[in-house]
């Protein structure tokens, strides 16, 4: 009888023991707020809907995957300002923030004011539809890549070429372009006086 009670106690005592053992038991980790500057093999962010996050002049700075476009968006608020605060797509193309869209050999045709297609003009235009649209309005540049056909009746010279953007928006802009016979003998003279020129566009805007 008081082996099986030696036995009992011994038993009590090591699952005490064995419990004890695992309370004391603890792992702790340190780290900082905010983290110190580190390099880092792999970063990854995790993806959000924009619906669920809320950007103000406390949050400035804060930076997320946005699940729905699939790129980077950082918390801004210009000036300081809380009432301009706003995400937006993180520059550059490993953040996938900026978008390129550009024309080529674009021959303006439509003349304000004139119906048809008329061969002189003030200056011509044609209305730019982007291939995808940007997030805000982008930076347009435009260049002339040749001249329009100038007749012999101005010995076949140009004397000035136009090509500029207007009425940027997101999804596109009118362009505007032309070049000047060297003549006054052409048709038309003045401010009327100009043909069409071939021209090429870049936009470099957000996503």
């Known amino acids: 009888m008081i082996k099986k009670t030696l036995i009992l106690v011994i038993g009590i005592l090591i699952v005490f023991a064995s419990f004890a053992f695992a309370q ?18 792999e970063m990854r962010f995790y993806p959000h ?12 700075g804060l930076t ?13 608020c ?4 809380s009432t301009k605060c706003s995400w937006s797509a993180v520059p550059g193309r490993g953040g996938g923030g900026v978008k390129v869209v550009e024309g080529h050999g674009i021959v ?4 304000p004011g004139h119906a048809g ?16 649209p940007f997030s805000s309005p982008p930076k347009v540049l435009v260049s002339i890549e040749d001249t329009g056909p100038v007749g012999g009746c101005a010995q076949h010279t140009t004397d000035r070429v136009i090509a500029y953007p207007t009425n940027v928006t997101t999804t ?25 020129a071939k021209v090429g566009y870049i ?4 996503q």
């Open 78 to 81: 210009p000036g300081g300002d």
């Open 64 to 76: 997320y995957f946005d699940s729905n476009e699939h790129i980077l968006k950082v918390c801004a």
């Open 117 to 132: 297609t008329p061969l002189f003009c003030g200056v011509f235009y044609e209305d730019i539809t982007f291939s995808e």
């Open 108 to 111: 303006p045709t439509k003349c």
């Open 172 to 196: 596109g802009f009118r362009l505007m372009a032309a070049s000047s016979p060297d003549s006054p003998f052409c048709g038309a003279t003045g401010a009327t006086s100009c043909t069409r």
């Open 49 to 60: 809907s924009p619906a669920t996050l809320t950007c103000t002049l406390e949050q400035e």
């Open 203 to 206: 936009a470099i805007g957000e």
């Open 24 to 41: 004391e038991e603890k792992l702790t980790i340190s780290t900082y707020y905010p983290s110190p500057y580190g390099v880092y093999n």
